[in-house]
Nanobody, 115 residues
């Protein structure tokens, strides 16, 4: 079983930056994909970005050029650096972990973009 612990959410002004982190622990395969999804009130949960254990990344079109996902495999931790944040990106950001047999979610961290 894999456990995910997220950190780094908070309040930021429009145009500002924030970094969120997610650490995985427990038992899992080294070949895996970690990522971030977000869910605004009343909306579905949408992909933000993913990164494989080999370092391949995938981004939602809306965040390309502004967000950067990275990971430290030695620490089983994934990071999401968010720049030029917009008001409409206020949401709960959820960490996701997938390997061949597991699909786990973190509890979510609130990111609020507001002046």
């Amino acid at each position: 079983q894999v456990q995910l612990v997220e950190s780094g959410g908070g309040l930021v002004q429009p145009g500002g930056s924030l970094r969120v982190s997610c650490a995985a622990s427990g038992s899992f395969f080294r070949i895996n994909t970690m990522g971030w999804y977000r869910q605004a009130p009343g909306k579905q949960r949408d992909l933000v970005a993913t990164i494989t254990s080999a370092g391949s990344t995938n981004y939602a079109d809306s965040v390309k050029g502004r967000f950067t996902i990275s990971r430290d495999n030695a620490k089983n931790t994934v990071y999401l650096q968010m720049n030029s944040l917009k008001h409409e990106e206020t949401a709960v950001y959820y960490c996701n972990f997938r390997d061949v047999i597991r699909n786990a979610w973190g509890q979510g961290t609130q990111v609020t973009v507001s002046s």
